[in-house]
């Protein structure tokens, strides 16, 4: 009897312990949910104008950075490779400079590291709107106009990893 009793208990369990599982199964899988990226409109160094509304369907890279931080000047080689070698497919570079003193020294900084890619003043705000807590913070965004990944810091790993998501990202569909 106690056998009985024990193979009915253990059956029992198994059928609760299936309806836990179970209603999951079957369904679709959901595409994972991405931050959209907060808009702007800010004036390049060199007078130009970025409206990332209008980079639709590119990938973007934001690189958050200041002439002053070590990391940020050994990071800008590796950006503008990446750039150089990605525009074509659709990468997008943007400087977010964060330096609050010196316009003229930014652009000699620029100007000396012959940076390619268009270079903006960050306002204030867009610190906290991306949630930029230490430099350089690169913030990569899909053709879908979505926060993919945040990148704090810069290290030849770094590196290779950013390069990886780049290529990840432009390889998406639309």
Not at 54 to 80: M, N, Q, Y
Not at 125 to 135: P, Q, T
Request: glycine share 8%; aromatic share 10%; charged share 25%.
């Amino acid at each position: 009897m106690k056998q009985f009793l024990f193979s009915w208990l253990t059956i029992l369990c198994l059928c609760v312990g299936c309806l836990f599982f179970l209603p999951g199964c079957g369904k679709g899988k959901k595409e994972p949910s991405f931050p959209t990226v907060p808009d702007f409109t800010l004036k390049t160094l060199d007078g130009g104008e970025i409206v990332l509304s209008r980079l639709k369907e590119k990938v973007i890279l934001l690189d958050f950075w200041a002439t002053w931080c070590r990391p940020c000047r050994e990071a800008i080689p590796h950006l503008i490779r990446l750039y150089k070698n990605y525009q074509k497919e659709g990468l997008e570079v943007i400087g977010m400079n964060m330096d609050r003193g010196n316009l003229d020294a930014v652009r000699h900084f620029v100007k000396s590291m012959e940076i390619p890619y268009p270079v903006a003043l960050a306002p204030e705000n867009m610190e906290k709107s991306y949630g930029v807590s230490g430099l350089p913070t690169t913030i990569l965004i899909d053709k879908k106009g979505r926060i993919r990944e945040k990148i704090v810091g810069f290290t030849n790993e770094i590196s290779k990893q950013m390069t990886g998501r780049v290529l990840d990202l432009l390889s998406e569909k639309p």
